[in-house]
């Protein structure tokens, strides 16, 4: 890591997960990616940041296909040797029960430092709170969420880290504001003082456009945890409301929040328009940390003005060769392939392309068109696991031309972004916030076919850095909308380039990357974070406050 830059806020950033790399399972999807990317792209500046979040002892889950075809999980407990004992120890409350925290250190990925609390302690009863993340029942996560919020703020003040700006990457985090209210409290000042001192230091990022998925709590719950920490039922009740929204609570406790996206920004605003006391949101689109995701070779390439399709087709071919390594079945370079790779979701429609057997069948009989997916369904969605049936279904029916690649990780994103042809992407708009796998694919010169959602309206130009599927329509019959414009995009543009305008389609590539490559970086991204959230230009959020 470069030297610290002077000058700037000193920012400690929290998040429940954190994707630095895959031997290091602390995550669970784009939410950890993104905070790993931000902590090493903070990293590569030399910014003087650090990350809180917890060691979870067995990860998110090892999800494997059983001989049903149905996804299941296994938990192996993770031991890591690189992680640095900073000496230090925490105390929270659960449940009235003390509960001890060591603080670990990582540094070994070229990241700012993160610190990592740890309850699997024998002096603790309930060493379980940092086993399995997002694993439980509401208590579960609450007990998870006081460590996060409240120890991260003690983690802080024991290891004398000094704070300009805290940053709760949703809102998992917000427990550490009433902490900090807490600690104000206990100095003398009143709630109402209190809650306006401590929002002078508090940014906030909302990720989730559903405001079902938006997690909140009872508060007696809330109470019986531990989580008042000091406060009454109706300061609490003022902050979050009753139930308690953790979103509601992470508005209302920051001075400034921001959407992953600049749709996403125009969807957060509208959701949460009549939330009283809440902070404006302005918009500030997700990007990836480069180094991680941009393959060296591509990068090399398009920057001499050399030749895209050679080192292209070589991680094309990485990708087949790890295929047959995992699946047994050979993968034709010379055909077309799309891939289609991330959370499981009921609403992200992975099975889509399936709708009408009648026409994508004939496509993979004849070899015109190669299928590989991957991802994870959370361990309690049925939905989502069921989902990843019907592709293991077909996976199964034509072997040599769908495949499902089990256990999704970082390593295996790396290899898909790189080595497809073609990103599809076809969520209900406007569900999708950002969508930061499709950013990976671009810079590496994979041309994006996606429905107009997340951060696709801002990169797409129908037709030179990829294709849109729809028109934005968000109407009641938007599955059959998308569907009829995904076959038509496929059959009439995507096909006949691939086999018939090389030259067109290498072009689209280099268009692609142009668009991507800093557009859609994380060191861009990092730098709208300074510019708008922790020393933020006054101009640009009378705008933002003015809906501009």
């Not at 989580?227 to 300061?235: E, K």
Request: aromatic residues 10%.
């Amino acid at each position: 890591m470069r030297e610290v830059n002077q000058g700037i806020p000193r920012v400690a950033y929290f998040c429940m997960e954190y994707g630095l790399h895959e031997e290091f399972q602390i995550y669970a999807g784009g939410l950890g990616i993104l905070a790993g990317d931000h902590l090493k792209t903070a990293g590569d500046l030399g910014l003087p940041m650090v990350g809180i979040g917890l060691l979870w002892r067995y990860g998110y889950t090892t999800q494997l296909i059983g001989s049903d075809g149905r996804p299941y999980d296994n938990y192996p407990e993770m031991h890591y040797d690189f992680l640095h004992d900073t000496g230090v120890k925490v105390k929270v409350q659960v449940r009235g029960r003390d509960i001890a925290c060591r603080v670990w250190m990582v540094d070994k990925y070229g990241n700012v430092p993160l610190y990592l609390l740890d309850a699997d302690l024998p002096e603790n009863d309930d060493r379980w709170i940092t086993g399995h993340l997002y694993g439980g029942d509401s208590e579960t996560r609450v007990a998870q969420e006081i460590l996060l919020g409240i120890g991260g703020i003690r983690a802080l003040r024991a290891l004398g880290i000094e704070v300009d700006v805290y940053h709760f990457n949703e809102g998992h985090a917000v427990l550490a504001g009433i902490e900090m209210i807490r600690e104000l409290m206990e100095q003398g000042w009143n709630f109402d003082s209190a809650v306006a001192e401590v929002r002078k230091r508090i940014v906030f990022t909302t990720h989730t456009p559903v405001l079902a998925g938006n997690e909140s709590h009872s508060l007696k719950t809330l109470e019986d945890m531990g989580a008042f920490n000091g406060l009454n039922w109706d300061q609490m009740k003022q902050l979050g409301g009753e139930p308690f929204g953790m979103t509601v609570a992470g508005l209302r406790l920051s001075r400034y929040a921001n959407a992953v996206a600049q749709l996403h920004g125009s969807t957060a605003r509208m959701m949460w328009k009549n939330t009283i006391g809440a902070a404006p949101i302005v918009a500030i689109t997700n990007g990836v940390h480069t180094g991680t995701w941009r393959d060296g070779r591509v990068k090399l390439a398009y920057e001499t003005g050399a030749d895209l399709w050679t080192p292209h087709q070589l991680a094309k071919q990485e990708l087949i060769n790890e295929i047959a390594q995992r699946t047994g079945t050979w993968l034709n370079p010379n055909v077309l392939l799309i891939g289609f790779a991330r959370r499981a979701a009921t609403y992200k429609r992975a099975n889509l392309i399936f709708q009408r057997q009648w026409l994508i069948e004939p496509l993979l009989r004849e070899g015109k068109v190669q299928l590989v997916f991957s991802g994870k369904a959370h361990p309690h969605d049925e939905n989502g696991k069921g989902i990843i049936s019907t592709v293991v279904e077909m996976s199964r029916r034509y072997p040599n031309s769908v495949v499902f690649l089990q256990n999704y990780d970082m390593r295996l994103g790396r290899l898909l972004t790189r080595g497809c042809d073609v990103w599809l992407n076809n969520p209900r708009r406007p569900q999708e916030a950002s969508g930061t796998s499709g950013m990976k694919a671009a810079m590496n010169g994979i041309l994006n076919l996606s429905v107009l959602d997340g951060w696709w309206p801002e990169g797409c130009q129908h037709g030179i850095t990829g294709w849109q599927i729809g028109n934005a329509y968000e109407g009641p019959d938007q599955d059959e909308n998308d569907l009829n414009s995904l076959y038509k995009v496929l059959l009439d543009e995507v096909i006949p380039t691939y086999y018939c305008n090389h030259h067109r389609w290498v072009e689209m590539m280099r268009a692609s990357i142009r668009m991507s490559h800093y557009q859609f970086s994380a060191e861009r991204m990092l730098k709208e974070y300074y510019a708008l959230m922790y020393e933020p230009n006054d101009l640009a959020w009378r705008q933002v406050a003015a809906g501009k």
